[in-house]
């Protein structure tokens, strides 16, 4: 695919090339990798700044995500990249490549430092997730520190580095610039920029800013830092559209491609049919999002591919407020189950909580987001747990968020299962073609191509 930038991109892709040391505080669903990846082939094959790269992010992300973007862009086909995700011998491989970029789960940063017996070899680093190395304390911070010094340039990419207050910056900036602006120790960030504030005697359990300090914290690490938010001179969109691409994994694809070839699957003793094309639909975009309902309507697990980059997208969000839109039941008991923290949307007085910004995961459904209902004053982000057919619930959902009074630029996820019912729906989607027809031809694509029927 060929890659053409929106303006806050080239922006961004600009000043990773320009400043050896890089904070890019940009909102999810804005094209961190692919800014990173086209940053690091100028400076790799146009200005010859960098023979090699590490990438540090979670293990989702690292295995699926950054190679998924490499793959993606014409203009990065000739870019090398192992991944050193796995088992120690699949990570040794990958880490002796040789390759232009080798990415790596934040997991295993000690172990690559101070165990894997590996000569550190990159001359740039890029820390997907930069905030989840906010705690000076923990072993991959301080491994990370360690390797530093042997690292020319550095690049940290976050939504929100301070979610939890301005003390969370002091590790992320040292980590970026060893101590030069922020200083190299947190205590003495501390006793400049904060007051005790919740203490036991001389126990402090929390601080507090001092007056002025936010503005004086900002103007410091504002020479390396960009952001999407408060940069005048970007041209942010009104609305993002990204679709997160999540295989479902050896198990759950077993399970999908039986279902979709014979029409029938076998689960903890019960069969699950599909009479008709529109019925294998429904039964497909279950199974798409992880789970299946057997004829009795008990509920049969899948895979928790979703589940798993839901999280991801929540803890990229870094504290900031998450509406989900889901379909069936057990995706509702399923997510929260896996969020205990999030409350379903029913009521007025969940509606104004969320509005109040007291709800930092929400959970919606489609039939349930008509017209008139204001949602955009509790966040801007939303994320398509499971897809529709109907186009009219699709864009009522989504203007629940991107409507007047919205205040920051709107993204909405859209989690696809690689290879499934999710991509037909989304083509639908974008061409406005939601009929029953339309459900029912995509369908029978489908399962004249996997030879269904014959």
Known sequence: MLYK????????INFVETHPIAALLLEMGLGKSSIALTAIWNLMYDYFEVQRVLVVA?????????????????????LTMAIAVGPEAKRLQALNAGADVTVINRENVTWLIE???VQWQWDMVVIDELSSFKNHQAKRFRSLLKARPLVRRIVGLTGTPAANGLEDLW???????MGERLGRYITHYRREF??????????VFSYKPKPGAEDEIYQRISDVTISMRTCDHLTLP????????????????????????DLVLELEGTEVTAANAAALSGKLTQMASGALYDEDGNWHLIHDAKLDALEDLIEGANGKPVLVAYWYAHDLERILARFPEARLL???????????????????????????LNLQAGGSTLIWFTLTWSLELYQ???????????????????????????????????????????????????????????
Request: glycine content about 6%.
């Open 5 to 12: 930038p929106h303006n806050y991109q080239t922006t961004a």
């Open 58 to 78: 979670p293990l989702r992300v690292a295995r699926d995500t950054w190679p998924a973007e490499q793959q993606k862009w014409d203009h990065l086909a000739a």
């Open 115 to 117: 165990r894997s017996g």
């Open 171 to 177: 590790a992320q900036f040292r980590l970026l610039d």
């Open 194 to 203: 904060f007051d005790p504030d919740k203490r036991n005697g001389m126990q």
């Open 238 to 261: 009104e609305v993002t559209y990204n679709t997160v691409e999540i295989p479902m994994g050896e198990k759950g694809r077993r399970a999908y491609e039986r279902m979709l070839k």
């Open 346 to 372: 029913k009521t007025g007085a969940d509606m104004e909580a969320w509005n109040n910004g007291e709800l930092p995961l929400a959970l919606i459904h489609p039939a349930s987001a008509g017209h008139g």
């Open 396 to 454: 009522q959902t989504n203007a629940r968020l991107h409507r007047q009074g919205q205040q920051e630029p709107v993204v909405i996820h859209h989690l696809a299962a690689k290879d499934s019912i999710d991509q037909k729906i989304l083509s639908a989607l974008a061409v406005k073609d939601t009929t029953q027809a339309a459900l029912i031809d995509a369908v029978k694509a489908t399962i004249t191509m996997e030879g269904v029927g014959r």
